[in-house]
């Protein structure tokens, strides 16, 4: 059993840093009526969530970044709850689409050269998700952005809504 916003909050802070020293901003916008307590592997969807945030300021080196989390009823006891994580970054190339999920492949190799990281994060959070019974989706066009998104089913513990986030973030 896990409160949503708790994810939420640790995302936002976890990368809220790296994007201000890069200049970017930093959005996030929550759905108001997402059932607040849920049941679920909290670190799994929290670590899948955070991949997809700092790869998107790791290789945005201007604009912004967004995280949306939204949802949709699957019965009574069940929702699909969905992140998606938008960028204004370099976008990647159709031929480059299959190695993001490569481990150890670098898109564009000379281009991000002085981008840190093992290439297996992509990978891993693909793995994760397959084994939540869920999938990534990927949409980028090259020089413009990437969009970057996942559903995974969790159990309602409680109707409460979680309200507006972003004045709670305030």
């Given at each position: 059993?896990?409160?949503?916003?708790?994810?939420?909050?640790?995302?936002?802070?976890?990368?809220?840093?790296?994007?201000?020293?890069k200049?970017?901003?930093l959005?996030?916008?929550?759905?108001?009526?997402?059932?607040?307590?849920?049941?679920?592997?909290?670190?799994?969807?929290?670590?899948?969530?955070?991949?997809?945030?700092?790869?998107?300021?790791?290789?945005?080196?201007?604009?912004s970044?967004?995280?949306?989390?939204?949802?949709?009823?699957?019965?009574?006891?069940?929702?699909?709850?969905?992140?998606?994580?938008?960028?204004?970054?370099?976008?990647?190339?159709?031929?480059?689409?299959?190695k993001l999920?490569?481990?150890?492949?670098?898109?564009?190799?000379?281009?991000?050269?002085?981008?840190?990281?093992?290439?297996?994060?992509?990978?891993?959070?693909?793995?994760?998700?397959?084994?939540?019974?869920?999938?990534?989706?990927?949409?980028?066009?090259?020089?413009?952005?990437?969009?970057?998104?996942?559903?995974?089913?969790?159990?309602?513990?409680?109707?409460?809504?979680?309200?507006?986030?972003?004045?709670?973030?305030?």
């Amino acid at each position: 059993q896990y409160e949503l916003a708790s994810i939420v909050n640790d995302l936002f802070n976890m990368v809220r840093d790296r994007a201000q020293k890069k200049g970017l901003v930093l959005t996030v916008d929550v759905d108001s009526s997402i059932p607040h307590i849920l049941y679920g592997d909290e670190i799994r969807i929290r670590q899948c969530a955070l991949n997809l945030l700092t790869n998107a300021v790791k290789y945005t080196e201007k604009g912004s970044v967004s995280l949306k989390v939204s949802y949709e009823n699957k019965g009574d006891d069940n929702i699909l709850l969905s992140f998606s994580v938008s960028d204004t970054g370099m976008g990647m190339k159709k031929e480059d689409m299959d190695k993001l999920f490569a481990p150890y492949q670098r898109i564009e190799e000379k281009r991000n050269r002085s981008i840190e990281g093992t290439g297996l994060g992509m990978s891993i959070t693909k793995q994760l998700l397959y084994i939540m019974g869920s999938e990534l989706y990927v949409e980028s066009e090259y020089g413009k952005g990437t969009s970057v998104s996942f559903a995974v089913v969790q159990e309602v513990v409680s109707r409460e809504e979680i309200g507006d986030y972003s004045e709670r973030l305030s």
